[in-house]
């Protein structure tokens, strides 16, 4: 697992792959991908910032359960909507990582808490050959983020640093770049904890992942998670996924 800082960044279109028959990767190339659960408060902001950001060239695709105007808003802003029965937030995320047929699969979440001007640095980085860029959002501290899921997410990087035998600096960020083969060659099992299992799996396959610290933002709308019961959930996952990747034949 490598570390990667925002100034090591290039412009998108100079990056070199380290695939040597591999062309520069470039947004006609990227699927920004999210679950949505009843977020019509932020979507429209989210869409618009992957639209600027891109250029309009990245396909965007939502896997919605809701029952509020978020699918509406959604299809209007030019994203491909894929209804769903609320299932959780893996089920969603999975089929959303899944659908597209771009190369590169970006991970999001849908409650304006991410960053997508990251989104540049983090299409570097798979151009200079990283499987995976996930982005850290506790390297800035994170205060936008309640105190108590702040600790919480520093025990899960830390119980996965130890179950992994690497260090991992945030391992239930939503926000995350995968070359396509990585996500359709592994089989996803968890819900609460999918989150982790995305990062752990292709970091005990071998795969080259890179962390890079983000921003993260106060979330527009209600969050749909219960700290606690959720904790225990992605807790549980870290431990189940770490143990069947290290003892996998």
Not at 58 to 71: F, H, I, Q
Request: aromatic residues 6%; proline residues 5%; negative net charge.
């Amino acid at each position: 697992m490598s570390e990667h800082s925002p100034a090591e960044s290039s412009d998108v279109d100079d990056g070199e792959s380290t695939r040597a028959d591999d062309p520069p990767f470039t947004f006609d190339d990227v699927a920004v991908v999210m679950g949505t659960y009843n977020e019509e408060a932020a979507i429209e902001h989210v869409l618009t910032d992957i639209d600027e950001v891109t250029d309009g060239r990245a396909e965007v695709v939502c896997v919605d359960g809701s029952d509020d105007a978020t699918a509406e808003v959604a299809r209007e802003h030019g994203a491909t909507v894929i209804e769903q029965e609320p299932q959780g937030y893996g089920v969603a995320v999975r089929e959303a990582v899944l659908a597209p047929d771009r190369p590169i699969v970006v991970t999001t979440d849908c409650d304006d808490t991410y960053p997508m001007e990251a989104l540049p640095r983090f299409l570097d980085l798979v151009n200079e050959g990283y499987d995976v860029v996930s982005g850290d959002r506790l390297h800035h501290g994170a205060e936008a983020m309640p105190a108590f899921n702040r600790l919480g997410n520093h025990a899960f990087a830390a119980l996965t640093s130890v179950l992994m035998g690497e260090r991992v600096h945030d391992t239930t960020t939503g926000m995350r770049a995968y070359r396509r083969e990585v996500v359709q060659d592994i089989t996803w099992t968890e819900n609460t904890g999918l989150s982790a299992e995305l990062l752990i799996r292709p970091a005990m396959r071998g795969y080259d992942v890179v962390e890079t610290p983000i921003e993260y933002d106060e979330r527009r709308g209600e969050t749909k998670l219960d700290p606690i019961g959720g904790g225990a959930a992605i807790g549980k996952s870290i431990l189940t996924v770490s143990l069947s990747e290290r003892f996998r034949f």
